[in-house]
C-alpha cells in the first residue's frame, strides 16, 4: 500500500503560481545575506544576483514576511532595500548578525526567511509595529 503526501497550502499556492506561469521547474531564484552593521537604514541586494535577474527587479520591491504580511521597499539605483527597509527591520527587530533568505517567488516579490544568530528560524513577531500592506 503506497502512502499519499499532500503539499502544505503555501507550498501548494506557490506551485500552482509557478505552473500559471508557465514555469514548471523548482529552481527558486534566491539569496541569502547576514546582516553588516549598517543593516538598518539599507540592505544591498547582491551583485551576482542582481547581474543575473536585473531583468525581474523593478524600482519597487514587496518583501513578504515569515507573518505573511508584505512590506512595499523601494530600491535605489545601486540596489539596496532602502526606503520602506526600515519598517522591515523594526517590525522583525533584527539585529547585525542575523541571517536573511530572500527567495524571488515572483518579479520584484520576495519571501524572506529570518535565522536568529544561534542558526535557527526567528520566531515570527506576536504583532506587526508599523504600516505593512496586509
Known sequence: MSAKFMACDPCTKQ?????ARGDN??????FCTFLPADYKSR????R???DEYSNQLQEHIVLEGPSGQIWLVNCDPE???VKGWESFVSDHNLQAGE???FNMDNASFFKVHIY???GGEKPIPFRINSEALS
Open 48 to 50: 551576482k544576483f542582481v
Open 15 to 19: 506551485c500552482m503560481r509557478r505552473i
Open 79 to 81: 540596489m539596496n532595500l
Open 43 to 46: 540592505l544591498r541586494i547582491p
Open 99 to 101: 541571517f536573511l533568505v
Open 116 to 118: 536568529g544568530k544561534g
Open 25 to 30: 521547474t523548482a529552481h527558486v531564484p534566491s
